[in-house]
């Protein structure tokens, strides 16, 4: 174990320790999101996560009993952190704001900047992501958070006027879940200006496109479902 990782751990230990259920559970989600982008899933363990608290050995599985238990909530709060922050970006345009799409671009541009400052967050995202695939039993949380923001972005897109909003929506939603994964793989001083870049022209390509190609698009999806 790193000594910057005993002192965290030691300086977390000293802390008083949440009270009440909700800033428990808070408490070993967050914690657990911190054991998975250090050590990754197979990382994941009940005591992982009570070391990581600073909590007393079994808290965890007080709480989440199994670890599909854990995985869950962990998928669930991830989420939840992600469109929380996207749904409060959204209702902070003004009416008059939303209407420049270079502005909406450039506040995205510092949302994504500010999800990158604190890798715990996307790292898990991008764990917790492929083990939904491998496992389905934790499919249908990670599709519900994906089904959420694309349903915010839906709204911010509509009050920006421009048609096909829900095709549009869900295509930036998992284009830019995508780019913030890539961004950090740059130097933190390179990501700002990759991510500005990047997201003006998918953001500007997805929603300058002709409504008649959207729906095109759609439609051949359909007939490619079926």
């Known amino acids: 174990m ?6 965290r751990r030691a300086v977390r ?44 050995e079994g808290t965890c599985s007080v709480y989440y009993r199994t670890r599909l238990a854990l995985l869950t909530a962990l998928t669930e709060h991830v989420g939840a952190r992600f469109t929380s922050d996207v749904a409060a970006m959204g209702e902070g345009f003004s009416d008059e704001e939303i209407l420049n799409r270079v502005f909406v671009v450039n506040a995205c541009t510092r949302l994504l900047h500010g999800w990158t400052q604190d890798a715990t967050l996307v790292i898990a995202m991008g764990e917790l992501s492929f083990e939904s695939l491998r496992k389905p039993t934790l499919a249908p ?33 998992s284009s830019l879940e995508g780019i913030v994964v890539s961004s950090m793989k740059l ?37 490619l479902s079926q």
Not at 191 to 206: A, C, F, K, N, S
């Open 13 to 56: 230990t000293r802390r008083s320790r949440p009270e009440g259920t909700a800033a428990r559970q808070l408490h070993l989600l967050e914690s657990a999101a911190a054991v998975v982008a250090e050590q990754g899933l197979r990382g994941l363990t009940h005591r992982a996560v009570d070391r990581e608290a600073g909590l007393p």
């Open 141 to 173: 949380a990670a599709n519900h958070w994906r089904e959420m923001m694309a349903f915010i972005v839906e709204t911010i897109v509509e009050r920006m006027g421009i048609s096909a909003p829900e095709m549009r929506s869900k295509a930036l939603v």
């Open 187 to 223: 130097q933190p001083a390179a990501r700002e200006p990759y991510l500005r870049h990047t997201i003006g022209i998918l953001v500007l390509g997805i929603l300058n496109l002709d409504a008649a190609d959207v729906l095109a698009l759609d439609e051949e999806r359909l007939q």
């Open 2 to 7: 790193s000594k910057s990782l005993e002192r």
